[in-house]
């Protein structure tokens, strides 16, 4: 064949034709992705989102302070007063990975520019990883499908683009690596090779779950290619030593760091452990029994595992996961946790969404499961083929449960669509005299592949990739609007406030704040301590002279009286299990650290003292909001349409959170704000706009009155301005705010909160 013609040689090693063809599709794989991945630089060189702020500063202390400082680094700007324990509650492979490539290849740009960079680098070269493991899987055609797959797929790629210093890059690079390893140590009985594949498989995946939680789904399928082992190769005494050695290896390197061994040491490590013993007393009974007996057996000592493994999990002898993985193990579970359902990517997936993340490749994975359960595929092993179904469905099913997880769905559908492609080209293109089939082939193929990228008009794939880094954006709802009203608001706080202040806003901005603006916040983006980012949003739902107390009072003091009907007291369910729970039972001091002197003024044991209960201590209010400026013909005076995604959004939320009545803030629409929540509530008061007019959409009629789906118009309208009289008072607002241009406004308003105030 031509693809077999010898080119050169390099030593022992023969460079043919095909190997030519593989760097060139290889390369096309990575340069696709590359150039998907960066489409968001044409509006500037920024990191994404809000995760990656935290992760950037992890990283620059790492560079500055040395590794052993950051193992024990408390971070006092983060969740004041209690602090965060860093290296507990992170992601510290993806901050350890960049620190230590940083030096070697950042080719003099700053730590910032550095970390922008790595995601694009990490996540277009994991299409070569995934090319390996599916190769093992299903040949090398089927390796080069599933890079050319992976380097278009939207779940992918929009969790990956340029400054996308997340989890999920690093976190798929390393568990493709390791699925790559682990499947090759395991399909090929090569004795050291094997073990040292298997060892390192193992290594690789707790990286990768040290990286990004999520990795935890790529143990499901190994956990049940276990079970399925000894009766596939129940001829084979490999298993016997080749499962144990991975599994043995994943628990003690995931010991290495302290959040993968919550895992390992919980209910992750009893999924592996049960089935690597399975595999080994079964392998032992198969010794001594005859042919007809062996998978009786096994299957007798399966029902005897799964069992006991019920059992183990109903004792409550290893605790549950959380909600989110529970979730995804049972997507119809449904929580009561208003803040749980607060985040955007917790939103349950959708079929439409779903057909949009997936398109025509939906086809290509039909095609795969058709050919591996096809008795003709002979060309497919059998233990292959089981890996490969199991690891794909179960990407597809966990998927269901929440958006974020649809990056699993498509990982499914790159290993079942490669494999069938891959299946489909050997048949056709073996058949004889069939050369318009041949022909026609490809060009269908590509068509395919073109149709995401392409169609529909106004919502490619490629449009995805086309939106500003949220920095520039604020997160709000116009997806192609970009201002730099957060950076300069967060130089304004760098450079007018006290290195010391402190600084109230919602969870979103916290990561912002900390990172850009050197200060420290209340709450942020790790949302770590649900109690207190439930008082939070009471403070802002709340009225202005309860808001203040809260606010303005020290982390000392009793502000039980300020907290309403509402019974704040109450959340987070049994308060002292909750505290103990966090940070100051790990530093030994627990709720004595910080209320010692007031328990010992008051009288009572230290123990019942009660961090809900105590004030916040801060010294400034942000908050954002998002709309859109727009004019009459017979007016020069800027109206407004607010909902653009900023806190005035999110009021419901604030208020549900907070165990107050919804419909006492927000009318029957969900959107739309009472009277009571305007000219009461601590965020209506501090929005510098006031409702003018009630439109109804479909005539454009205007009304002094609210009806059921009409649109409120807003006018500027400052409330909260005076530094004598008021409990907070504006102090900077960003560009966007003083614009007078048309067009969508994204303006981050800051209050000094009057500690001088005489209520």
Known sequence: MVSNQKLFSVGNFDFRLQHLLVIGVLVLSVSISMMIRSTPLSYGFELFEFD?????????????????????????????????????????????????????????????????????????LTAIVIF?????????????????????????????????FKSEPLGLFFAFLAMYLFVS??????????????????????????????????????????????????????????????????????????????????????AILLPTIFIIISGIVMKF?????????????????????????????????????????????TTQDNLTDSVAEHTTTSLSLSFTFLSVFIIFAVIGIWFIFSRKTINLKIDMRIFAIFTSIIAIYVSSAFV????????????????????LSQKIFEQKNQNFTKLIFPAIIIILFIIPVTMPENNTWLNWADFPPSILNGGSAFPQFSSNDWKDAMNWLKGNTPEDAIIASWWDYGYWITTLSERTTIVDNATLIDWQIQKMGYALITNPEN????????????????????????????????????????????????????????????????PIAKGMDADYILIYLAGERFYTQDSNIPLYILEGGGDESKKTWFAAISNHQVSKYIQDDNITPTDYYMEKSTLGLLTPFSIFKYVEPNTGRTFDDYYSGFIPIYINDLKLK???????????ASPSFYSQESGPMSTVLIYKINHDYNS
């Open 722 to 732: 005076d530094p004598e009289t008021d409990p907070f008072y504006l102090v900077y």
């Open 404 to 423: 974020r997880l649809e990056l699993f769905a498509s990982v499914g559908i790159i290993i079942l669509g490669s494999l069938g492609l891959a299946i």
């Open 547 to 610: 808001s203040w107390h809260i606010l303005h009072s020290d982390h000392t003091t009793d502000i039980s009286t300020y907290l309403g009907d509402e019974n704040v007291v109450s959340f987070g369910g049994e308060l002292a299990k909750d505290f103990d729970s966090n940070y100051l039972k790990e530093n030994g001091e627990s709720c004595k650290q910080i209320f010692k002197a007031e328990a010992q003024n008051l009288g009572v044991p230290e123990q019942s003292c009660n």
């Open 132 to 164: 390996a493991f599916v190769r093992v899987l299903g040949g090398t055609t089927a390796g080069l499908f599933a890079a050319l797959i992976f380097s278009v797929s939207l779940p992918i790629f929009t969790r990956g683009l340029i400054g996308w």
């Open 185 to 270: 140590g395991l399909k090929f009985n090569k004795g050291k090779i094997s073990f040292i594949k298997l060892v390192a498989a193992a290594f690789f995946l707790s990286l990768g779950l040290s990286a990004w939680g999520g990795i935890l789904f790529f143990i499901m399928p190994i956990v049940l290619f276990y079970f399925a082992l000894p009766f596939i190769k129940n001829k084979d005494n490999f298993i016997i030593w080749a499962a144990p050695s991975f599994s043995i290896s994943l628990i003690l390197f995931s010991l290495m760091f302290e959040r993968t061994s919550t895992f390992i040491l919980g209910y992750a490590g009893l």
């Open 52 to 124: 990656p702020f935290f992760n950037y500063r992890a990283t620059e202390y790492i560079l500055e302070n040395g590794t052993d400082a950051y193992f024990n680094w408390i971070d006092e700007k983060s969740w004041y007063p209690f602090g965060r324990n860093v290296s507990e509650t992170s992601q510290v492979t993806l901050h350890l990975t960049a620190a230590s490539l940083y030096p070697i290849f950042n080719f003099g740009s700053s730590v910032y520019d550095f970390t922008i960079l790595l995601p694009l680098v990490f996540g277009s």
């Open 289 to 333: 029994s005859n042919e007809r007996a062996k998978i009786r057996n096994s299957a007798i000592i399966l029902i005897a595992f799964i069992a006991s493994g019920i059992g183990i999990l109903n004792s409550n002898i290893v605790g549950l996961p959380s909600f989110r993985y529970l979730n995804a193990v049972n997507p119809f579970l």
